[in-house]
Structure formats: structure tokens, C-alpha cells
């Protein structure tokens, strides 16, 4: 095949000079070796048709091989196989063909043709999405993840903080709720974490927009979710809140993209991003949700509060579902806020029991969540874990935000879980007749003796946090099946031409019983089998809502220079921990062998632990990478410092592989917990990319004893 006709290659006279010299970027949020493999298979390709090429490799630890403004300047064309948002503004004036990173894997030489008729990348241009390549993330997904992401360090630090603050200075005073003393130390920990919660809602605004719209939407992404959640600016008593938020992002991204294409004089087109635009998306923003969104809102408010008002005299278990839903549905917005003023306005009355209600169903939310990723951890990543157990602590304080990012990345199970499991809390307080006597919900306001009725209280808060948790985990475990599904038949199309490439499938996961992603898979956010990574590079465990419970190894340190040269893989793997012969016939019983294996090296200090570490992450999905080969790994203090095994199968073990194939190869990873960073992401790196070579699995594959294979495996570094 040739490269299709395009403008000249860059350079003189002489034959090197004609070389076609292309640039590429592989990103992937998810999976733990595509970004690598991506990169490997088209360096491969550009080689073998005598193309110059440079690969920068992007992920959630960072870049490497950054592509710098001389590479650029010289470039003939740019290849972004990605499914991560990537900043194009670089590559101005540029041929950039975007496409998915599963097609970087799969048809590399057909990028590399498609790259010098792809269109010319103009300056303030927005963040790519993929033009094509199998199925992927829309553009909406990725968008929402990308705001949830940079929110949660501000729900998680401004909720702690405000925690801290009450638990240690405040108390219960009848006429405000938990008070904490004017002046005092704790009121200034108070008031920064008041500011980070006051953060949170314009932060998810504006980096959805910014997702959207790259940086001239940030402005307008940020105002806006200010705005929506300042219920002052369109006469309501409660701001819009986090879904105010999502709509003005969304709003502010797409409007951002609509004024982009509209003609402009060429004098004004370097002002367009960084004034105009952002001017007048603003404005337009601010000025529709003021007077067009705003009303509905405070109108909605003022009628569930009449409504509200008639229902005072029904059943009490009615009333308190009812507002158990409204409190666990949008956490501080509209609903949620008119409820709990109905609720506090009703205390100066000396009617303390409808507090009562609302008290139990307002830490349910951030408690149950926080309960879901301890019942599940394989469904969540690492990120979401760390915010489940912030959560948790939120919870006990009434704070039911922490919740949020959860909402934000899974609304369709997320929010169900929480009205169920409020409802319920709302009930069985209602129907035992709790009372609060302050405007504050949660534990805490039990603790400091606000509450009448403490024992059912207690009950009305475990029965509801424990029916949102496994709602939730019921909900995300049914969606991760669906999509894994989904998955698979994507395969069954594609698994034929991709094994014709030699398209090689990358494992998720930041370690065994952790997710990532991402975004976050916030991101996300429980990550499971993207559909970007579905078409010949899916895997199984990726993440729902943004969520792939797993995490990039975007790491790579040098592959060389660590350790003596007689080192394989930092001195992890050694002859020790190699096996010219598997004997296990399944997957279960090789990762046991391969424990085992481990073992001899005095490391494994928990046989069973580890073993029981890696399964969890089997079950998370297959570690099985296609063409022979599988890498299960763990993150666990079941060993006491990093170590890597390899063995060999003459008949091959089932893997679940994507491609179908047995694995022959296995390598098997453990890290400790303390382990420095992502070390076991770093190695699953250096692996992946040395892995994709056909020549060096032929070489692992004849070694004739352990010498000779640990003298192969030494190449990988």
C-alpha cells in the first residue's frame, strides 16, 4: 500500500531529507496497555515503510516522549489515536487525523495512509474527539467525566474540612442548628471548607465545557455553574445545584463550538478566543439561565413548598418517603433544599418531627455510596474508593454532597439508589416519631443530643444507607453486564480481522481489587468495558461511568538503566521466578502456580491473600492480552516488596483472551500497597510494549530453559 498523495515531505535534496516524517499521540484513560500498545504498533508500521515518526504517550501519571515545537515544525502530518481529550492547538496549521486508540492498535498502516489526507487543524480548534474507529465514548460522556474528575478534590476537601470543623467546634444550639463559636479557630476550618464546597458546582460546570469547547468555554463553563447554583440571581431560595451545573456546562460547551463556526474578519480571529468568545458566551449563558431557566426553578420550589405544607396532617410514613426522595434526589438543589427548609421552617412551630424525617434520610445518600464501594470495590476505581471513604466520613456529618460525584457520574443508578434508600430512612423515622430539634441532619446531630429518639434514629439511618448501597451495587453490577455484552458482540464482529492485523489487547486495572479511572471512570466514576475500547480492543472490566475499574500506565519509566544490566524489569524478575513449564490447566489454578512461583523468592508473606487479590482483579476482567499472552498482577500486602514471575504453557491456559487465544505466555506482577506510585502500572508498561513484538514472543516461546528465557526477558529492561 502508499501513502496517498499529500503536500511534499518536509526537506532538502538528499534522500533522508524526502523521509515522510509523521508525529502521533496515544492516550487512553482506561486501560492499562493501550496507550503503550497503540504506540508500539504504529512505530512498527511507520518503520517498516521508512516513515520518521515520534510517539508521545499521554495517561493519567503523565507524558512521555513529548512531542516538542521542533518535532512539530517539521512534521508532514499527526496522528492522535486517543480516547481521551487531547489539546490539538499544538498541531495548528497541521494535517491531524483523530481516531480512537483501539485503531492505533488495530490498522496502524492504515492511519499512516489516511494521515496525509486528513484535514488541516486551524488554531483554536477544540479538544479532540475521535472521527472514527470502532466504538468509543460519546463526546457527552467523556465531557461529564472530565468535570467530574476535577470536582471531586472539591468535595472531598471542602466536606472534610467542614466535617472537622463541626465535629471538634461545634455545638447543638436550638435557635441555629450546629453552631460554631464567631472568631473562633474552628470557624476559619469551617470557612475553607466552605469555599471548596462553594467551588465544587462551578468546577464541574466549567470543565465539562472546557471537555466541550477547550478553553474558551472555560470562562463561561465556571460563571455559569456559578450562577446555577446561586438561587439569589433568579429569586429562589436553592440554587439549581450539581444537575444546574451539568446543564450550563453542556449549555456553555456546545454554545462555545456554535459561536466557533461563526465567519469572522481575519483581524478579529486571533481576539475571537480569548475575548470574544468567552464575552459573549457568558453573557448569554448567565442572562438565559437568569430569566428563561431561573423562573421554572423558583417556581418549582415555591409549589412543592405549598405542597408540602397540605401534607402535614397525612401519614406520617407517606409524608417521610416522600421527603426521603426529595432530599436524596439532587443533593442541595432545588428539591433537595425544599425539603429541608420545609422541614427546619417547622421547628420554630414546635414541630420537630418533619426535621426528624429529613435528619435520617440526609447522610443515607453520601454513607450509602460510601458503603457501595466498600461491598464492591471491583466496580469502582482507586479515585472512587478514596472518595467513598471521605464519603462515609461526610455522611456521619450531614453532609450529603459527598455523594455527588457519584450522582454525577452514574445519574440512572445513582440517583434511583439514593431516593430508594432516603425514602425508606424518611419513613422509618416518620413512623417512630423522631424528632430534631435543629436544622441539621446526619449522626452527629444525634451525637450532640439534638434528637429525640435516638435508637430509632440509628435504625432509620443504617436500614436506609444499607438499602442505597446495595440498590446502587445492584443497578452499576446490572449496567456493567449489559455493556459487557455489548462488548463482546462488538468483538465477535471485529475478532477475525483483528487477530489478521495482530492487533494486540491491553489489560485494565490499576491492580488487583482497585479500579481507576480515570475517572475516574470518574471517571468517573465504575469503570467497565468502554465502548472505546470495545472494537478489537475491549476488555471486559472497563468501567460504566467513566468509570473503567482500571487505571493507565502511563508511566514508563526508562526502560533501561535501572538496576545492573543483568536486571529484568528493575531486578523484580529474576531465574528464580521463571518456569519453562505451566502445569496448570486453568486459569484459578495458574494464578496459584504462579503465586507459588513468587513464594520462592521469600517475598509473599500471604500465599492466599495474593492469590485471592488477583482473582478479585480477574473479576474485574481479563488480564488475558490476546496473542498468547496474559498478565495478571496485584497490588496487596500479601507480599512485602515488588515481584514479578513468568511461566510458559505448551498447551495454553483459557483467559477469556479478547483475541481467543490461550495464554502461553503469563507474567505475573505483585507490588505491596506501599509500593511507590504505580510500579506494577510502570512494569505492565514495559512489558506491553516489548510484548507486541511477534519476533521477541517467538524467541520467549523457544527458549530452551530458564537461563535462556531470562536472557530474552532481559531485552524488556
Not at 455545638?171 to 453552631?179: A, I, R
Not at 445545584?241 to 486571533?270: C, E, N, S
Not at 440517583?415 to 434508600?421: D, E, K, S, T, V
Not at 435543629?438 to 444507607?465: D, E, K, R, T, Y
Request: charged share 20%; aromatic share 6%.
Amino acid at each position: 500500500m502508499t501513502i496517498p498523495a499529500g503536500p511534499p515531505p518536509t526537506g532538502g535534496g538528499d534522500g533522508e531529507q524526502q523521509r515522510l516524517r509523521l508525529l502521533a499521540v496515544t492516550a487512553c484513560p482506561t486501560g492499562i496497555a493501550h496507550t503503550y500498545m497503540a504506540a508500539e504498533k504504529l512505530a512498527q508500521a511507520a518503520e517498516s515503510r521508512g516513515i520518521d515518526m515520534k510517539v508521545e504517550t499521554q495517561g493519567s501519571i503523565g507524558a512521555e516522549n513529548v512531542l516538542d515545537d521542533n518535532d512539530v515544525k517539521h512534521a508532514d502530518g499527526v496522528i492522535v489515536a486517543a480516547d481521551k481529550d487531547v489539546d490539538l492547538s499544538r498541531f495548528a496549521g497541521k494535517r491531524v487525523l483523530t481516531v480512537g486508540v483501539a485503531e492505533g492498535i488495530r490498522h496502524p498502516e492504515q492511519l499512516i495512509e489516511r494521515v496525509m489526507s486528513a484535514p488541516v487543524h486551524t488554531p483554536g480548534g477544540a479538544p479532540t474527539a475521535p472521527a472514527s474507529g470502532g466504538k468509543e465514548r460519546s463526546v457527552g460522556y467523556k465531557a461529564l467525566m472530565n468535570g467530574v474528575s476535577y470536582m471531586i478534590p472539591f468535595v472531598v476537601v471542602g466536606g472534610l474540612l467542614i466535617a472537622i470543623s463541626l465535629s471538634l467546634g461545634g455545638h447543638t444550639d436550638p435557635s441555629g442548628g450546629l453552631v460554631i463559636p464567631k472568631d473562633s479557630f474552628w470557624m476559619d476550618i469551617n470557612n475553607i471548607g466552605v469555599i471548596g464546597f462553594t467551588l465544587m458546582v462551578p468546577i464541574l460546570s466549567g470543565y465539562i465545557a472546557y471537555a466541550i469547547g477547550d478553553r474558551p468555554a472555560l470562562v463561561p463553563g465556571m460563571v455559569g455553574g456559578w450562577i446555577a447554583n446561586t438561587g439569589e440571581l433568579y429569586d429562589s431560595k436553592a440554587g439549581a445545584g450539581f444537575i444546574g451545573a451539568i446543564v450550563t456546562g453542556f449549555l456553555a460547551g456546545y454554545l462555545v463550538l456554535w459561536i466557533k463556526k461563526v465567519p469572522v474578519p481575519k483581524f478579529a480571529r486571533p481576539i475571537m478566543p480569548i475575548i470574544v468568545i468567552p464575552i459573549v458566551a457568558t453573557t448569554a449563558l448567565g442572562m438565559f439561565f437568569i430569566y428563561v431557566i431561573g423562573k421554572p426553578i423558583s417556581w418549582v420550589f415555591e409549589n412543592l413548598t405549598d405542597w408540602l405544607s397540605g401534607m402535614t396532617g397525612t401519614s406520617a410514613i407517606l409524608l417521610g418517603a416522600i421527603l426521603g426522595l426529595m432530599i436524596a434526589f439532587d443533593m442541595g438543589g432545588p428539591v433537595n433544599k425544599t425539603a429541608f427548609l420545609f422541614g427546619a421552617g417547622l421547628i420554630a412551630t414546635g414541630n420537630q418531627t418533619v426535621m426528624g424525617m429529613c435528619a435520617a434520610a440526609i447522610p443515607v445518600m453520601p454513607l450509602g455510596q460510601g458503603l457501595a464501594t466498600l461491598i464492591r470495590k471491583r466496580l469502582y476505581t482507586e479515585q472512587e474508593r478514596e472518595t467513598g471513604l471521605a464519603s462515609l466520613f461526610m455522611g456521619c456529618f450531614g453532609i450529603s454532597e459527598g455523594a455527588i460525584p457519584f450522582a454525577a457520574a452514574r445519574p440512572a443508578q445513582v440517583i434511583p439508589a439514593n431516593m430508594l434508600g432516603g425514602a425508606v430512612a424518611g419513613a422509618i423515622a416518620g413512623v417512630a416519631g423522631v424528632e430534631d430539634a435543629v436544622p441539621h441532619g446526619g449522626p452527629i446531630v444525634a451525637v450532640l443530643g439534638a434528637v429525640s429518639g435516638v435508637p430509632m434514629f440509628f435504625v432509620a439511618v443504617v436500614i436506609g444507607s444499607a438499602v442505597t448501597a446495595l440498590t446502587t451495587v445492584a443497578l452499576v453490577d446490572l449496567a456493567e453486564r449489559r455493556r459487557r455484552g455489548e462488548s463482546r458482540l462488538a468483538l465477535g464482529v471485529g475478532a477475525r480481522e483483528a487477530v489478521l492485523v495482530g492487533a494486540g489487547v491491553g489489560a485494565t486495572g490499576a491492580g488487583a481489587g482497585t479500579g481507576a479511572s480515570g475517572s475516574a471512570g470518574v471517571g468517573g466514576v465504575p469503570k467497565q468495558a468502554g465502548p472505546a475500547e470495545s472494537a478489537g480492543a475491549a476488555v471486559p472490566g472497563d468501567r460504566a461511568d467513566g468509570a473503567d475499574t482500571a487505571k493507565e500506565a502511563e508511566s514508563a519509566d526508562e526502560a533501561e538503566g535501572d538496576g545492573d544490566s543483568g536486571d529484568v524489569l528493575s531486578g523484580y524478575l529474576t531465574e528464580q521466578t521463571v518456569k519453562v513449564r505451566l502445569g496448570a490447566a486453568d486459569k484459578e489454578a495458574a494464578i496459584r502456580e504462579m503465586a507459588e512461583l513468587l513464594g520462592r523468592t521469600g517475598k509473599v508473606v500471604d500465599p492466599e491473600e495474593l492469590v485471592a487479590t488477583a482473582l478479585r482483579r480477574e473479576a474485574q476482567g481479563t488480564t488475558g492480552l490476546g496473542e498468547e499472552i496474559a498478565i495478571p498482577h496485584a497490588k496487596t500486602d500479601a507480599v512485602s516488596a515488588p515481584v514479578v514471575g513468568f511461566a510458559r504453557s505448551a498447551e495454553g491456559v483459557e483467559w477469556d483472551s479478547p483475541d481467543g487465544t490461550k495464554a502461553r505466555l503469563v507474567f505475573m506482577i505483585a507490588v505491596p500497597e506501599a509500593a511507590a506510585g504505580d510500579e506494577h502500572l510502570r512494569i505492565l508498561a514495559l512489558l506491553s510494549r516489548k510484548l507486541m513484538n511477534a519476533e521477541f514472543r517467538e524467541r520467549l516461546l523457544a527458549a530452551p530453559d530458564e537461563s535462556a528465557v531470562l536472557g530474552v526477558l532481559r531485552e524488556v529492561g
